[in-house]
Nanobody, 125 residues
Framework: QVQLVESGGGLVQAGGSLRLSCAAS????????VAWFRQAPGKGREFVSA????????YYGDSVKHRFIISRDNAKNTVSLQMNTLKPEDTAVYYC??????????????????WGQGTQVTVSS
């Protein structure tokens, strides 16, 4: 069974940076498409970023484009999300997700089979 564990969340001032990490056990990230989603209080789950299985394609939500960067370290079996120029509206619980199947719509949460427990990111103004 694949387990995902996020880390790196916390409290940061607007304009600052944070780096989230997602560690996988029970399966190699090198064979998975991976993604980050987030959910703010009272709102639905929002797509943040995804990295295809091959690593050739990356996807970003419009609200984080040009500020966030997704990457994968196959040797460490981790996926990271570098978040720069953070805004108060980035405040949310961030979730890592993965699938080992060939999915077509990597921006949709229904495409993912495994999820982490989430890590809280709070951006103060």
């Amino acid at each position: 069974q694949v387990q995902l564990v996020e880390s790196g969340g916390g409290l940061v001032q607007a304009g600052g940076s944070l780096r989230l990490s997602c560690a996988a056990s029970g399966g190699p990230f090198s064979r998975a498409s991976v993604a980050w989603f987030r959910q703010a209080p009272g709102k639905g789950r929002e797509f943040v970023s995804a990295l295809s299985k091959s690593g050739s394609s990356t996807y970003y939500g419009d609200s984080v484009k040009h500020r966030f960067i997704i990457s994968r370290d196959n040797a460490k079996n981790t996926v990271s999300l570098q978040m720069n120029t953070l805004k108060p509206e980035d405040t949310a619980v961030y979730y890592c997700a993965a699938t080992f199947y060939n999915r077509e719509y990597l921006t949709k949460d229904t495409e993912y089979d495994f999820w982490g427990q989430g890590t809280q990111v709070t951006v103060s103004s």
